[in-house]
């Protein structure tokens, strides 16, 4: 079955710097895979989406990269500020059926 | 202001009372879909309803049960065979069935058997 992993520990970065959260799949091959954040009691909220044929997508501050040959993504917030703490999750789409499969997330603390 | 509204924010069960979420969504969306997490776990798939009087079994459905008559409405019914069904509920919806924009979350419903 579809697996999906992203780092249980939580990152500790200081503010200012460029955090970097990773995100490994097995057993598929995803068309495109998307970044969420989520707030503590809140509902996560859409930020990226990247195609299978796109290696690198940007979004102000953000970037994320898609390797289809590791199978793995990469999320970089740069000249990270307390306001980017939150749990951060990926997800990919699996068997073009339009349905979403998310990992654990990582949580994010940037400290001032 | 377009969204997805999910009431109530908090609700508590009995054991055996059968329990419905409500989800409404005002963004014209097509597809609409149930998730559920745990703590230190990532969001699983309970049903998701890509068209009206259509919706589909996910991951994790047994003990649930949907409906779909409207476009904007998809509530989900947590009943007394979900043994375990203490959790955060969230709601989504997508403009259609392919994901090309990202899912649209409601603020979630925490259900806590009593």
């Known amino acids: 079955s579809q697996k999906i992993e992203q780092n249980s520990e939580a990152l500790n970065i200081q503010e200012g710097k460029t955090a970097t959260l990773t995100c490994n799949y097995t057993n598929y091959s995803p068309a495109y895979l998307q970044w969420y954040r989520q707030d503590p009691g809140r509902g996560p909220v859409f930020l990226l989406l990247i195609r299978e044929n796109e290696k690198e997508k940007r979004k102000e501050r953000l970037k994320v990269t898609f390797d289809t040959t590791l199978k793995q993504s990469l999320f970089h917030i740069t000249a990270s500020q307390p306001a980017d703490s939150a749990t951060y999750l990926c997800?990919?789409?699996?068997?073009?059926?339009?349905?979403?499969?998310f990992g654990q997330g990582t949580t994010l603390q940037v400290k001032p | 202001d377009g969204g997805i509204t999910q009431s109530p924010k908090y609700l508590f069960r009995k054991e055996g009372q059968n329990v419905t979420l409500s989800c409404e969504q005002n963004?014209?969306?097509?597809?609409m879909y149930w998730y559920r997490q745990d703590p230190g776990q990532g969001l699983r798939l309970i049903y998701y309803?890509?068209?009206?009087?259509?919706?589909q079994k996910g991951d994790i459905a047994e003990g649930y049960s949907v409906s779909r008559e409207k476009k904007e409405s998809f509530p989900l019914t947590v009943t007394s065979a979900q043994k375990n069904p203490t959790a955060f509920y969230l709601c989504a919806s997508s403009i259609d069935s392919l994901v090309n924009y990202g899912y649209t979350f409601g603020s979630g419903t925490r259900l806590t058997v009593v």
């Open positions: 997800a990919l789409e699996y068997g073009n059926t339009g349905k979403l499969i």
């Open positions: 963004l014209n969306h097509d597809a």
């Open positions: 309803s890509q068209i009206v009087n259509d919706f």
